[in-house]
């Protein structure tokens, strides 16, 4: 089993270099600019932002799927940013394409299975290969991962999942195809959780406190291997962050957030429909235009939150928009609103937007690794051998780490 460690640099190390890195610039990540007309970072960089102003459409949609590419533009106007592919690296996990081909689920077997999850679930599978323990999957909903790693391990896998739902569909499945598979109706959040012994503990894309949970009790029960892929690292009972690790909690200068900025590491997403691209640009459009009108109306210079829209909304335009968020947030809107003023601020807004934000998702990556490295030290620190990388490509998913540890035993 290969180490991170081995190939690069020590999980700490590579942890403070991170932590300290995203100090510096916090400036640039922890303002948000759909809520700010011009986030903090402006004035403090001056050139930055007369770069991003000048990029076209078209090198925006670019770089906003090429984070290290921007970064190398970027760093004329910031040169700390230089720094940003090498803090960003990771190993590539991912076995031969013929490998992760043949511990996929087939779709004749993957009913009710997304085509996506499917593939997801089996490129972890083929990342986590050999199997040799009995599998305790966590947060297993239907069990999709659950019978994708049944079919390439010769031992049971269990499922732990609250929803008895889901628990029912799972074991439905699990029985048509003669898989060993039983998901148990389990909260893993329950303080009375009993853990079976021996097992390899996994979880595909299990939420912020959820994998935090399979983290600590995995390893306070010294399970043998756990295996996961975390996902929305914000969700969570706690509204500041803590490090889990004893290295990180003891870093001088260490970074310290509040939960919700965590959303920052999970925005990005694989490319969507045009279709669905168009009718986000236009809510965001609006969503700003209506941000604009309240500002002048309350004289107020304050960014208010409006809730999901309905999407009756998109048929009746733009006015019945305002009226309904007006509504929402008992704001009188006069008896008619310039729409066409209204609709240019928000354009203009949602092109300064648009290209702010290319700042501040540079962040997204290396705030994830400063939570993942932690992770990893904290297992070390318990007796773990870790490796970490991408057990799939982005386009696949963003979420594409991978934490694969072994216990040695303290030493």
């Known amino acids: 089993m290969s180490s991170y460690r081995d190939t690069i640099d020590g999980f700490d190390a590579r942890w403070c270099r991170l932590n300290d890195w995203l100090v510096r610039h916090r400036a640039f990540w922890q303002s948000v600019p759909f809520t700010e007309p011009e986030p903090a970072w402006v004035s403090l960089c001056p050139e930055l932002a007369r770069l991003v102003s000048g990029l076209t459409e078209e090198q925006c949609e670019r770089l906003e799927h090429d984070s290290v590419a921007f970064a190398v533009l970027a760093a004329e106007a910031l040169p700390s940013l230089a720094d940003y592919e090498y803090l960003i690296q990771v190993p590539d996990l991912a076995p031969d394409e013929s490998v992760v081909v043949s511990e ?38 239907k069990g999709h991962l659950s019978r994708t790693l049944a079919a390439s391990c010769s031992q049971p896998v269990t499922g732990f999942e609250w929803n008895s739902e889901l628990v029912r569909d799972g074991n439905r499945m699990a029985d048509k195809y003669g898989e060993r598979v039983a998901v148990r ?147 009188s809107l006069p008896d008619s609103i310039d729409s066409s003023r209204w609709l240019a601020f928000g354009m203009e807004r949602l092109q300064r937007v648009r290209r702010y934000e290319l700042v501040r998702h540079l962040f997204r990556r290396p705030l994830e690794l400063w939570m993942v490295l932690d992770y990893a030290v904290y297992l070390e620190e318990q007796g773990y051998r870790v490796r970490v990388g991408e057990f799939c490509a982005r386009e696949l998913t963003p979420r594409n780490l991978l934490i694969d540890a072994e216990y040695q035993g303290l030493r």
């Open 104 to 141: 996929t689920l087939p779709e004749v077997r993957a009913k009710d299975m997304p085509g996506r999850k499917r593939l997801q679930a089996g490129a972890f599978t083929a990342s986590v290969s050999p199997l040799s323990l009995p599998v305790l999957d966590w947060c297993s909903g």
């Open 185 to 331: 109706c389990q909260d893993v959040m329950a303080t009375d959780l009993s853990l079976p012994e021996g097992v390899h503990g996994v979880a595909l894309h299990a939420c912020g406190d959820l994998h935090r949970q399979l983290l600590r009790r995995g390893a306070g029960s010294r399970m043998p291997r756990l295996s996961f892929s975390p996902c929305c690292y914000h969700l969570s009972a706690d509204s500041d962050y803590r490090s889990i690790s004893r290295k990180a909690e003891q870093h001088v200068g260490r970074l310290r957030v509040r939960v919700a900025d965590l959303r920052l590491a999970v925005q990005e997403t694989v490319t969507a429909p045009a279709r669905v691209r168009a009718q986000t640009r236009r809510v965001s459009q609006w969503r700003l235009a209506f941000d604009g009108l309240q500002r002048e109306i309350r004289g107020v210079d304050e960014y208010l939150p409006v809730p999901s829209y309905p999407p009756r909304l998109l048929q009746e335009g733009f006015e019945s928009f305002c009226r309904w968020a007006a509504a929402k947030k008992g704001i």
